[in-house]
């Protein structure tokens, strides 16, 4: 994939599409072929850091201890404290917070009580704090490089079916910040399979209400 392409699908996209009110999102369509889902080793499921951000707000929300609590108070978009857990219990109250938010950040000596308090909805939706995107943080940790991070993170996971699809951008970027993210993202997805190329077979770039363009 070269960046000729990418231009040639958003010119398409854009052609095509009705102007909406509002500042469509971009994702980009992966489907694979020859992988086994079955083997954990050939699932995806990993987070890739843009150049760029996505052109809208991600909404982190941090699950909190009292050492954490102040200073994520002054970057989160909503902390949680540990006395405020129990309150969650409501089935509704917690997959209301799930949807809400795009990501979460722990207090690493309260794991425990977050996964017991949370883990059962998030668990599913992908949205447990996870080392691997470095939101388990100790009480004292700086929260704002992780909350600037996640601005412009991106989860790549197919585990059930052979595909993919992942928010790179919106219409109000750049279009070189949008080609630079799609190359960015095909890039990292190329290097995850196992057999890299061969393993996949169309890639797609779509808005939110538009139909899909083949990029290749």
């Excluded at 992966?30 to 951000?53: A, C, V, Y």
């Excluded at 059962?120 to 100790?138: A, C, E, Q, V």
Aim: charged share 30%; proline share 6%.
């Amino acid at each position: 994939m070269d960046k000729e392409q990418v231009k040639k699908a958003l010119k398409e996209i854009k052609e095509n599409s009705k102007k909406r009110n509002f500042s469509q999102s971009i994702d980009l369509i992966f489907t694979f072929r020859d992988l086994n889902l079955k083997n954990p080793e050939e699932q995806m499921d990993f987070s890739i850091t843009l150049s760029h951000g996505l052109g809208k707000k991600v909404k982190v929300a941090a699950l909190a201890g009292p050492e954490m609590a102040d200073n994520a108070k002054k970057v989160c978009d909503l902390v949680v404290t540990q006395a405020d857990f129990d309150k969650y219990k409501d089935k509704k109250e917690a997959k209301k917070l799930a949807s809400s938010y795009d990501y979460f950040i722990g207090q690493a000596d309260i794991m425990p009580k977050i996964a017991g308090a949370f883990g059962r909805f998030f668990g599913p939706r992908g949205k447990m704090p996870n080392p691997k995107l470095g939101t388990i943080l100790p009480g004292k940790a700086p929260v704002e490089p992780v909350y600037e991070k996640l601005q412009r993170t991106v989860r790549v996971v197919a585990k059930k079916a052979p595909m993919a699809q992942v928010k790179i951008g919106s219409e109000s970027m750049k279009e070189e910040e949008v080609i630079d993210n799609i190359l960015t993202v095909y890039n990292q997805v190329i290097h995850h399979l196992p057999k890299e190329k061969s393993n996949l077979k169309d890639v797609y770039v779509k808005l939110t209400m538009s139909k899909p363009v083949k990029i290749e």
